[in-house]
């Protein structure tokens, strides 16, 4: 069964950073590409960011680009989304999303549970 | 304002037949598969049609989706109290060099 759990959620302050890590199970980790994608309290869910199998191939969207950045550890079967100059408007459910291939072009079969991430001063 | 577009809301009665519209541009869904996720009140999206009108297993056959051009839209049949949920169609952007979401239409059955 494939499981995505996501943790390193939390309160903090604008400007400041946070580290989110994905942990994956039950799946051929490095077969896949990952992404994380998130939902706002209340809205609709908006692509943050995704990587290829081996991490050849990755894409932001231009909310985040610049200030996030997506890895993995194939070793560990983690995803990670480090978040730097955090903004009020980062506020949001981040979940972990599976891919169906290796590549970040085809769709999420899977998703976490999702962690939250507060920006507020 | 989302990349795609879809009603923000629809309803139906029991055993009615309800379509909700998607609508992109050649960036996305003209050049590209589209895919709708369902997500039911405080759970995490689950893959409901995926390449436009497949449907995983484990999905009803009262789901159905198709696409034409520029738009795409997905149809649920025999319409039940559980199917109230949110609907989300995705695609690739090749514009964005990313993925589009629509912004979600809440589907309520009366």
């Known amino acids: 069964e ?7 959620g939390g309160l903090v302050q604008p400007g400041r950073s946070l580290r989110l890590s994905c942990a994956a199970s039950g799946f051929t980790f ?14 609709g869910l908006e692509w943050v960011s995704g990587i290829s199998w ?9 909310s985040v680009k610049g200030r996030f950045t997506i890895s993995r550890d194939n070793a560990k079967n983690s995803l990670y989304l480090q978040m730097n100059d955090l903004r009020v408007e980062d506020t949001a459910l981040y979940h972990c999303a599976k891919a169906r291939t290796a590549t970040i072009r085809d769709l999420f079969d899977y998703w976490g549970q999702g962690t939250l991430v507060t920006v507020s001063s | 304002q989302s990349v795609l577009i879809q009603p923000p809301s629809v309803s139906g009665t029991p055993g009615q037949r309800v ?5 992109g541009s050649n960036s996305n869904i003209g050049s590209y598969h589209l895919y709708w996720y369902q997500q039911l009140p405080g759970t995490a999206p689950k893959l409901l049609i995926y390449r436009n009108d497949q449907r995983p297993s484990g999905v009803p056959d009262r789901f159905s989706g198709s696409k034409s051009g520029t738009s795409a839209s997905l149809a649920i049949s025999g319409l039940r109290s559980e199917d109230e949920a ?9 514009s964005l060099s990313g993925w589009v979401f629509g912004g979600g239409t809440k589907l309520t059955v009366l």
């Open chain 1, 30 to 43: 490095d077969d896949y590409a990952m992404h994380w994608v998130r939902q706002a309290p209340g809205k």
């Open chain 1, 2 to 8: 494939v499981q995505l759990v996501e943790s390193g």
């Open chain 1, 54 to 62: 081996q991490s050849a191939s990755i894409g932001y969207a231009d």
């Open chain 2, 19 to 23: 379509t909700i519209s998607c609508s």
């Open chain 2, 86 to 94: 949110d609907y989300y169609c995705a695609a690739w952007d090749d």
